[in-house]
């Protein structure tokens, strides 16, 4: 077909539409982050918090709970993660948890944490997924674990569900994972320092029953 310049502009046009449609899915996912941090020797991107709902930044807040100072309880209808503390408060993290038909709940602890994990997908996911590699190694930019793993266990047994960061941080308060509760990267690196192995965790389909009233957030200190 020869080249008319109406070709031409048509062609220009299409383009630029392709391009319309490309560049602004990238922008706003590049606009969750801010920078680069580097940990142990590893650079990563840093979330943009500036972006981020001020509801899901790490902060204190108000927490009545007979549960022991140090239990960590993710509440996934809410999609918060506590740290239970002296004096009836915790450190509440927001988190993006299991989607419909991966939710799980129960008890559990922390018997294995890990420092820019290794990720490899169970099997169930790469029959899902056949797409995906048998392994992606810790520190890689595709590594959907982030910067660190606490692995859950139950009698001694790995139940497969962990705590670790994300390369989706705009998934954060939504049902967006396979089962896993994924945090913001700087929360997963803040989460690990404070929950030492044998820590004990309780995920709940809302705030824990036993707690003499609903956690109180209109009292709150952001965490450094």
Known sequence: MPWTRRNIVLGGLALLGAGAIRKPAFAAASSYFDGTAVDNGVTFRRTNFAKIDKQWHRQVVKYFSSEPIGTVVVDTRHHFLYVIMENKTAIRYGVGVGREGFKWFGRATIDSKSLWPRWT?????????????????????????????????????????????????????????????????????????????GTAVQVLPHIADQAESATQVSQTTPVE
């Open 121 to 197: 997908p169970p099997p169930e996911m790469r029959k899902r997924h056949p797409e995906l590699p048998e392994f992606v190694a810790g520190g890689s930019p595709k590594n959907p674990l982030g910067p660190r793993a606490m692995y859950l266990h139950r009698d001694g047994v790995d139940t497969g569900y962990r705590f670790h960061g994300t390369l989706e941080p705009w998934s954060i308060g939504k049902d967006a994972s396979s089962g896993c509760i994924r945090m913001f990267n700087e929360d997963a690196i803040d989460l690990y320092q404070r929950c030492p192995i």
